[in-house]
């Protein structure tokens, strides 16, 4: 029935609606989509997650569709929970307009993106660009004849004429982070024989008789021996070795000491950072070397912060409540009652992670307003404002708040998708960014901050270009990074990140944070240096009125900070600010050089709007009749007569 395809209560039998072929004979109703739909996005989670910052084990929240139809599952996947849009390849224009049309009459084309090519050509020109890092999802059970989806007798499964093992080495060259089949199950032994290596091959059972979704899902790139230390005479390590915890607690001193007062400060407890230290003491002195790696240390540190929940026990009987006395139950329920008053009721996790966060981007707002120059504080002097990794947009619309702007002015990109729990796509414009062009125009944007991003990012000069191609002339950018100064700080933020990828959250952000995960500290000299080669000039303190240098000085470095009497340590992380203008460099000449004859073409319109205002209210008369009465007036003012009789025998003369 056709009515079973679409979700309960929907209207899919509008006007203009077109059905062609065999409509939707083959095709999973909604029920089953919305199994495939949650299994995709499980899958995604697990082995891609949205967040990872590793490109190749990220996945977009979109859905790319190999096999089209007249846009029934596009509708169905779309009322999916964690399918945010949908691509689809329509292998013809025909196609193309009957689906366009169709998911217009059922209000979903705006999360629609379709192409007329070909699956092998859209993989091939496409969807690199259009949907890259998004999912690829083929029924192959669906029955149409314009799309030539064959089984021979020896079970080789083709699509219009290509055979399958060709299509998904194709998908897994565009770098897809995996593929779902909704295959019969008959053919999982077919994709098996393929050969692929993969890191799952996960199969589910569907409601339909005899069919099965099978996801493959591709191995993680893999770096080289060469990325075990870091440049330098120092031989530090990096992530990829796992004995960031070994150098650190081996070389002790000021490094060890940051590092124990970072974690005390993370966990809130010096009970549970004891208790740390032990473990990571504990892990370090096996004898075992796999022991010892980091990533055995992480996931100990982790599984302490986070144990895993027991099975509840069986509930032993109730006992008979015994009869008290009606008084002394009275004096019971009184004593509880003020105890729940007393007691203070504790905080959820969820509670305390929302209130940190605010927290931190009001610290974020203050600091963004004390590095403002005196020139911004004018209101709407910031028209448009950009956050260059935004993660879920908290801080960005704080500071767009504070600037005074709507939500169609305050713009925010980032290499991940937005978190679902955290989409706040309402109070700002979200776009992805594929980190290699930013997706906006030139000459767009007035304010750009840039909060701990330039160190996740390998290849700096191309992005600083990137930035200031669509920062307006005379815009500003402001960055917030690590001042890596002495050159071991590397360790202690590497392992401050992993941290935060592996052990801080109840959910892991990056599984192989161990595996794939680089970072590319410098210090403040380099990236001022980075900064200034790419077009930027550095805002001192000279635009800074007097009462707000001394808190400009403070946030950009300036002010040396030594240790405190208890021996903590301030501004562990090595952080600072710096604001950078991009100069306009045709205002700057026609200042350098054109400065005289501009203040000369100041006197001169001024006198001539003297001359104006004085003869305005004969502005009929020629300029001779101004002149000549002009001097008649002052002649009578002189006295007169004599002076005519001089000015007349000069002029004879």
């Not at 004979?25 to 910052?53: K, M, W």
């Not at 081996?250 to 590092?259: I, Q, S, V």
């Not at 892990?283 to 796999?290: G, Q, R, T």
Request: negative net charge; charged residues 30%; proline residues 5%.
């Amino acid at each position: 029935m056709l009515a079973s395809k679409f979700p309960p209560g929907f209207e899919y039998d509008k006007r203009g609606v077109q059905l062609g072929g065999t409509g939707c004979a083959g095709l999973p109703d909604f029920t089953e989509v919305s199994q495939i739909g949650a299994h995709i996005v499980s899958i995604r989670e697990q082995y891609c997650p949205i967040t990872n910052y590793d490109i190749s084990g990220r996945a977009s929240r979109g859905l790319f569709i190999g096999i089209p139809d007249d846009g029934v599952t596009v509708c169905s996947f779309l009322h999916c929970n964690g399918i945010y849009d949908v691509s689809m390849c329509t292998f013809s224009p025909e196609r193309r307009s009957r689906v366009s049309r169709n998911c217009y009459q059922w209000g979903c084309e705006k999360r629609l993106n379709l192409t007329s090519y070909t699956l092998m050509d859209t993989l091939e020109r496409w969807y690199s660009a259009h949907a890259f890092m998004t999912p690829i999802y083929l029924d192959l059970r669906y029955s149409n004849s314009e799309l030539h989806v064959s089984v021979d007798e020896s079970d080789a499964i083709t699509i219009k004429g290509v055979e399958l093992k060709s299509v998904l080495e194709k998908c897994f060259d565009a770098r897809c982070p995996f593929v779902s089949l909704r295959i019969a199950k008959g053919h999982i032994d077919t994709v098996k024989q393929y050969g692929f290596q993969l890191r799952a091959f996960d199969v589910m059972a569907l409601e339909s008789a005899d069919t099965v979704l099978v996801s493959l899902v591709p191995p993680i790139r893999t770096l080289n021996s060469a990325a075990l230390e870091y440049p330098g005479e120092e031989h530090l390590p990096t992530i990829i070795s796992q004995k960031q915890f070994k150098t650190i607690w081996e070389r002790g001193g000021d490094l060890k000491e940051r590092t124990k007062q970072w974690i005390k400060k993370e966990c809130g407890s010096p009970a549970k950072a004891e208790k740390m230290f032990s473990i990571i003491e504990e892990k370090l002195a096996c004898s075992d070397p796999l022991q010892q790696q980091d990533s055995a240390i992480y996931t100990s540190l982790y599984h302490y912060l986070f144990p895993a929940e027991e099975a509840p026990e069986e509930e032993e009987e109730e006992e008979e409540e015994e009869v008290k006395p009606l008084l002394a139950r009275a004096e019971e329920e009184e004593a509880d009652t003020v105890a729940l008053v007393v007691k203070p009721q504790p905080v959820s996790r969820e509670e305390q992670q929302a209130k940190d966060q605010a927290l931190r981007a009001q610290a974020r707002v203050r600091d963004f307003h004390n590095m403002l120059p005196d020139a911004c504080l004018t209101p709407h002097t910031i028209r448009d404002y950009l956050d260059i990794g935004c993660a879920d947009g908290s801080i960005s619309i704080a500071i767009g708040a504070d600037l005074r702007l709507d939500r169609y002015h305050v713009f925010g990109c980032d290499v991940r998708d937005l978190p679902p729990e955290a989409d706040q796509s309402e109070r700002f414009l979200f776009k992805h960014y594929d980190g290699v062009t930013l997706p906006y125009c030139d000459n767009c944007f007035d304010m750009i901050t840039i909060y701990m991003v330039l160190h996740h990012i390998p290849e700096v000069d191309p992005f600083l270009k990137e930035v200031v191609r669509v920062l307006r002339p005379g815009g500003y950018v402001m960055i917030r990074e690590h001042n890596c100064d002495p050159d071991e700080m590397r360790v202690f933020l590497d392992v401050q990140h992993g941290f935060y990828a592996l052990v801080l959250q109840p959910v892991v952000e990056t599984p192989d944070f161990c595996s794939t995960f680089q970072t590319y500290f410098r210090n403040r000299e380099e990236w001022r240096a980075l900064l200034t080669e790419a077009g930027l000039s550095e805002i001192t303190s000279s635009s800074y009125g007097y009462s707000r240098q001394k808190a400009f000085n403070f946030l950009s470095g300036n002010i040396p900070r030594t240790k405190k009497a208890d021996g903590t340590i301030p501004n562990l992380l090595n952080s600072y600010y710096a604001l950078f203008r991009k100069v306009d460099v045709r205002l700057e000449e026609r200042w350098r050089h054109d400065r005289y004859d501009d203040r000369r073409d100041v006197k001169d319109s001024r006198d001539r709007d003297r001359r104006d205002s004085r003869g305005f209210r004969d502005s009929r008369d020629s300029r001779d009749s101004r002149d000549s009465r002009d001097r008649d007036r002052r002649d009578r003012r002189d006295g007169g007569e004599a002076v005519s009789r001089e000015r007349s025998r000069r002029r004879l003369w």
